[in-house]
């Protein structure tokens, strides 16, 4: 059990780790409530692949910071129409972090209907204090930037639709890893239909990645 936990800990899809818990109770002869608990504390020991956003003040390459985050930046500084354009886009389940996407599903709803830039002083007031000041954090990054160049708002944008582009791939990689997961389930529960229906959707949602 010891020597499996580490395996155990960087299962993500919770359908084949319980697929395999199950199994590993069956051979080892325990119950199944005391390898959940094992598996579980090892997998709560593992350090997180997505932090939390005390770093977000920090000054990062574009390569180094949250994705997520690098974006909502960017669309709470961009041209109003821009924004609108890359928010089409993007949907709140691209977000890992449920901050960010409700961050996101909000400003979506916020410049539907607007015509001149975010106001970003207004649309933070909609916010609580703990995302109120993740936005004003987030806001700040490339505060420096020289606004006054006219090759500011021009490069914003193209920075924009790369990083609205690189996280919408990412999204769809997680999607297929987690639908090739629940394909081996389906082989090894030998469940035709299922497997048929899942291999299908992997297959169209592969082609967009193309």
Known sequence: MEELVPVFSKISNPVVFEHYAKQLASELDISENTVFSMLEKGKSSKSEEFPE???????FPLKDRKIEGYLISLLLKSPVEKSKEIIKKI????FLNENLSEIFEKLEDYIKDRKSDI???????KFEDEQKNLISELYMWDSE?????NEFPKN?????????ERLKKDSIRKQLKKLSESIKIAEIEKEEDELERLTKKFE??????L
């Open 53 to 59: 956003f005390e770093d977000f003040g920090q000054k």
């Open 145 to 149: 930037e020289d606004t006054e160049n």
């Open 156 to 164: 914003l944008e193209k920075e924009l639709e790369e990083v609205a």
């Open 204 to 209: 169209k949602l592969s082609k967009s990645l």
């Open 91 to 94: 949907n709140k389940e691209d």
């Open 119 to 125: 106001n970003v002083k207004a649309f933070t007031n």
